[in-house]
């Protein structure tokens, strides 16, 4: 049996300064032998239109030129800029092993004022036709190159479903006919009928998932596809969809049919799928049975670029799920397993809360009890920031290393939101509701201001090593003593592969000694990865001199 045994020793930063010496270009690598796990995975989330522009050429159509409220319109973000992000290596050095975008498919081309000025669809929840990409974003080839070059890189693409709604109705955009949608009552969320049949906000429209009922295609996408010349070959292709699977031509299964071909198409990994606790939840238990069909389909069709032997990975936005319901989210009159035949995982909005107000040692050891048991097989996404959760860990990036160890160190997936690493601020002056939380990759930040620097250099160091040792997300906790704060190790196995790992929180700056005879033998030659001292274990322990406060240890 192959065994690669790996500890780490990471503190908990109330400062840190940045190692003078280099990295080992290693670091910047996936190694070989170390199997992508998502219940460990390192994903990094972004708006599609915020992150970077790589074609200035597309940042205007449809005639999207009103003057908006303080970041609610089109920035110019898109599909070839982050292509170009991935080039670049910027993923790979940051330990990103999975990126999930915002929805790319068409949205309304007229803009809503709900008292806030003027928004268009910048964020990609308000879809007008889903079968086409926004050219915003860009083409159906900058997809294709985009999930290419990324899966030469080892990094998994997640696209964003939404299925409970069309964009609102605007001058440019007429409402959906009734068989498809209701407009009304608004949701009231204080039971489950309240939370589903009903529409999310004033004036956007519901899909009627609930309904069985053959219905015919909108006639703005039918006038649509006609202009656009291919009309015919989409009713080809929903004839031959209907057929396969038997299901009526209801709103949902068109909708299902739509983002299933990103799937056969494109070869996309997985979809994070959007407000779905506004939806019957056997609408994903259907939903997912046709994207393992599309993956299947793929694969079969692509042997060459298959990565793994992964399943397709869905992962829910239940607003409001914490991991202490384990499987279960409680509408108050009813509770919902929506793992079941359904999600991988789940967004974990307890997150947060949970490092705020616990002690890094009951906060890990809580996740761990719950991963590893009651919620054995699925997992959680964590997140400490996001684009629509007004109350973030830091919005002010007053402690922007702490972040990253609460993120990075916890068990479970782990969601870096794009500008987390470099302290992108969340408090924007003049801006309205969510879009305080939108601004633009600050770039230029990271390019000339050395504290941004110095930020980024420590989320890469920590989210390479997640990257490469899948037992810091997905193993088993198991705490350790130790004189010199709180250590712990974690321990994965898959197959022939096993993957130790041990974690020290709350140690001192410059020296320091740690009892790793749990895991090392005498004599063997460890290697840290923060700073890339190499230090040999001796009487069951390792003695070093670091300027930070946190130190990464592996076999050498």
């Not at 239109?49 to 205007?60: A, C, E, L």
Request: net charge negative.
């Amino acid at each position: 049996m192959k065994y690669l045994i790996v500890a780490t020793l990471i503190l908990s930063l109330v400062s840190c300064k940045s190692e003078k010496k280099e990295q080992d270009s290693s670091m910047t690598t996936i190694k070989a032998d170390t199997p992508f796990v998502w219940e460990g995975a390192n994903l990094y989330f972004l708006l599609t239109d915020r992150f970077n522009n790589g074609d200035t050429s597309n940042d205007v159509n449809f005639d999207r030129t009103e003057r908006t409220g303080k970041l609610r319109g089109f920035e110019g973000g898109d599909i070839k800029g982050i292509t170009q992000k991935i080039q670049e290596g910027y993923f790979t050095k940051l330990g990103i092993n999975a990126i999930w975008m915002t929805p790319i498919v068409e949205q309304i081309h007229g803009g809503t004022d709900e008292g806030t000025g003027i928004t268009y669809g910048f964020h990609g929840y308000w879809a007008k036709d889903w079968t086409a990409i926004d050219p915003n974003y860009g083409t159906k080839e900058d997809l294709h190159e985009l999930v290419q070059v990324a899966h030469e890189k080892g990094i998994r693409i997640l696209l964003d479903a939404v299925v409970n709604h069309t964009g609102p109705v605007t001058k440019k955009d007429p409402v959906w006919p009734d068989s498809w949608v209701r407009t009304g009552p608004q949701c009231k969320y204080d039971n489950y009928e309240n939370t589903i049949t009903c529409t999310l906000v004033k004036n956007l429209p519901d899909i009627k998932t609930e309904s069985d009922e053959n219905v015919e295609l909108p006639p703005q996408l039918v006038e649509k596809w006609k202009a656009e010349g291919r009309y015919e070959q989409e009713i080809k292709e929903l004839d031959a969809f209907f057929e396969r699977t038997g299901y009526p031509r209801a709103p949902r299964f068109y909708i299902m049919k739509w983002l299933t071909d990103y799937i056969t198409e494109f070869g996309i990994d997985g979809y994070r799928v959007d407000t779905v606790k506004h939806t019957e939840e056997s609408v994903w238990q259907e939903f997912k049975v046709e994207c393992d069909y599309a993956f299947a389909e793929w694969k079969k069709s692509n042997p060459d670029k298959v990565l793994d032997d992964n399943a397709f990975y869905l992962v829910g936005e239940v607003y409001g799920y914490g991991i202490s319901g384990e499987q279960y989210y409680d509408f108050g009159d009813k509770k919902v397993n929506y793992f079941d035949k359904a999600f991988t995982s789940l967004i974990n909005f307890e997150f947060k809360w949970n490092a705020k107000q616990m002690p890094i040692g009951d906060f890990f050891k809580k996740y761990d009890s719950i991963l590893q048991n009651g919620m054995k097989d699925y997992g959680v996404l964590n997140y400490l920031s996001s684009h629509d959760d007004g109350q973030p860990f830091d919005a002010s990036r007053e402690q922007p290393f702490e972040t990253a160890n609460f993120l990075l160190l916890a068990p479970g997936t782990s969601q870096v939101y794009y500008g987390d690493e470099s302290a992108r601020s969340l408090v924007i002056d003049g801006t309205v509701g969510d879009a305080t939380l939108r601004s633009f990759m600050n770039w230029e930040a990271i390019a000339s201001d050395e504290k941004t620097k110095e930020v980024l250099a420590h989320w890469q160091k920590l989210g390479q090593f997640r990257r490469d040792h899948p037992a810091l997300g997905a193993g088993k906790h198991k705490e350790l003593e130790s004189g010199n704060g709180f250590v712990f190790s974690r321990t994965y196995t898959k197959g022939d592969y096993e993957d130790i790992v041990v974690v020290g929180t709350q140690l001192p700056e410059g020296q320091k000694e740690l009892d790793v005879s749990q895991v090392f033998e005498d004599g063997i030659t460890l290697k840290d990865a923060y700073s890339g001292q190499e230090i040999v274990v001796e009487k069951g322990k390792v003695a070093m001199n670091s300027d930070s406060t946190v130190v990464l240890l592996e076999k050498k």
